[in-house]
């Protein structure tokens, strides 16, 4: 199982909002999101989804085949806890409203 932190999540966010370089932080942003959406919204197996990104560093791109069984993916048990709407947004507004975090000071 995969389990993912909000707080560590937020963390990561906070520190690539506080890169000075816009081009930089919008780079960041754009790989923190895409490897979220990984995790969380797999849209293939994680072995030939990774397989794959990785070998963009090189030439060679034999065609992947998914693992069978040995993901989350595959063996179809991928998915996230269930949770209520509003206790996330209760959460996500603690942090970002009335928490040590103002959304407007991730923005410089």
């Not at 754009?30 to 963009?56: G, Q, R, S, W």
């Not at 060679?60 to 693992?67: A, E």
Request: some cysteine.
């Amino acid at each position: 199982h995969l389990h993912l932190s909000i707080d560590g999540f937020v963390q990561l966010f906070v520190q690539t909002m506080s890169t000075e370089s816009k081009t930089e932080r919008k780079l960041l942003l754009d790989d923190l999101m895409e490897t979220l959406n990984f995790l969380v919204l797999p849209a293939d197996c994680y072995h030939t989804t990774l397989e794959t990104k990785l070998e963009e560093l090189h030439t060679t791109k034999d065609p992947k085949q998914p693992c069978g069984d040995s993901c989350s993916f595959c063996n179809a048990s991928h998915g996230t806890d269930p949770f209520e709407k509003t206790d996330l947004v209760t959460v996500l507004n603690v942090i970002f409203h009335n928490g040590p975090i103002q959304l407007m000071q991730l923005y410089k």
